[in-house]
């Protein structure tokens, strides 16, 4: 994602949030065609892009319990 997309999305963080600002961010492109991802501690670097059934099936496994190991 180039840097004048990314200053065009509005992120936002989890409340669920660390007060240490250990989190991510998210956003979704105009019309909901994407959804980025980006690590709230250093919002320079790359956001990563996902279509949105991606994203939905990210949050259910998450919410099922899942993790990587």
Not at 18 to 31: D, H, K, L, Y
Not at 56 to 63: G, K, L, N, P, Y
């Amino acid at each position: 994602m180039t840097a004048p997309t990314a200053l065009r999305l509005r992120w936002v963080k989890s409340s669920y949030s660390a007060a240490n600002n250990e989190c991510v961010e998210v956003a979704v492109s105009g019309g909901g065609r994407r959804v980025y991802v980006r690590d709230s501690k250093d919002t320079t670097r790359p956001a990563l892009s996902l279509s949105p059934a991606a994203f939905a099936a990210f949050i259910d496994h998450t919410a099922a319990g899942h993790q990587h190991r």
